[in-house]
T-cell receptor, first 114, second 116 residues
Framework: EAQVTQNPRYLITVTGKKLTVTCSQN?????MSWYRQDPGLGLRQIYYSMNVEVTDKGDVPEGYKVSRKEKRNFPLILESPSPNQTSLYFC?????????????FGSGTRLTVV | AQTVTQSQPEMSVQEAETVTLSCTYD???????LFWYKQPPSRQMILVIR??????QNATENRFSVNFQKAAKSFSLKISDSQLGDTAMYFCAFMHRSSNTGKLIFGQGTTLQVKP
């Protein structure tokens, strides 16, 4: 089954404790991206990657890092999480940057930082 | 900056009825894409329908259709014969055709409840 797999689905952590949210896609897509969803704000792009050689910041990159060492994986790293990073996170992939086919989204990670 | 506005935070409709969700956007570009995504309680984001700005014809996918008014920068979603499974949050989204970031600009979302 073609899908984007995110883990974990739920995560509660403490301020300052480094964490990684994993994302993997099995569709051989070049484009991958991370979004966060907050009430009243919709989804906002954190980082994107056009391919394994190009990764860049989106609209809200502060406090996040990403890695694209291989095409299928695009983990999101929070080096020192803070309460304002409590949110619902989505990884997404696309063969063409979302234009023709839209994005395939993962099932989301609900992160709570206390 | 491009913005997408969904002015209806919540809506409800009776099963089998028709409902229209509103979306307006602001851009100075002429070539772009517009999307409606559905997020059911399972949280999965599902592409419902897509419209290319240079196409005059409104997109249709089964019971879902759009009313695209380019001059008014309006992109509403009509759901016909509403079903209980249509209960979800719906997001309108915009993307520049020339974008190399793949960035979708989302509206705030509209929560739709279909009542039996």
């Amino acid at each position: 089954e073609a899908q984007v797999t995110q883990n974990p689905r739920y995560l509660i952590t403490v301020t300052g404790k480094k964490l990684t949210v994993t994302c993997s896609q099995n569709m051989n897509h070049e484009y991958m991206s991370w979004y966060r969803q907050d009430p009243g704000l919709g989804l906002r792009q954190i980082y994107y990657s056009m391919n394994v050689e190009v990764t860049d910041k989106g609209d809200v990159p502060e406090g996040y890092k990403v890695s694209r060492k291989e095409k299928r994986n695009f983990p999101l790293i929070l080096e020192s999480p803070s309460p304002n990073q409590t949110s619902l996170y989505f990884c997404a992939s696309s063969p063409d940057g979302g234009r023709g086919y839209g994005y395939t989204f993962g099932s989301g990670t609900r992160l709570t930082v206390v | 900056a491009q913005t997408v506005t969904q002015s209806q935070p919540e809506m409800s409709v009776q099963e089998a009825e028709t409902v229209t969700l509103s979306c307006t956007y602001d851009t100075s570009e002429s070539n772009y894409y517009l999307f409606w995504y559905k997020q059911p309680p399972s949280r999965q984001m599902i592409l419902v329908i897509r419209q290319e700005a240079y196409k005059q014809q409104n997109a249709t996918e089964n019971r879902f259709s759009v009313n695209f008014q380019k001059a008014a920068k309006s992109f509403s979603l009509k759901i016909s014969d509403s079903q209980l499974g249509d209960t979800a949050m719906y997001f309108c989204a915009f993307m520049h055709r020339s974008s190399n970031t793949g960035k979708l600009i989302f509206g705030q979302g509209t929560t739709l409840q279909v009542k039996p």
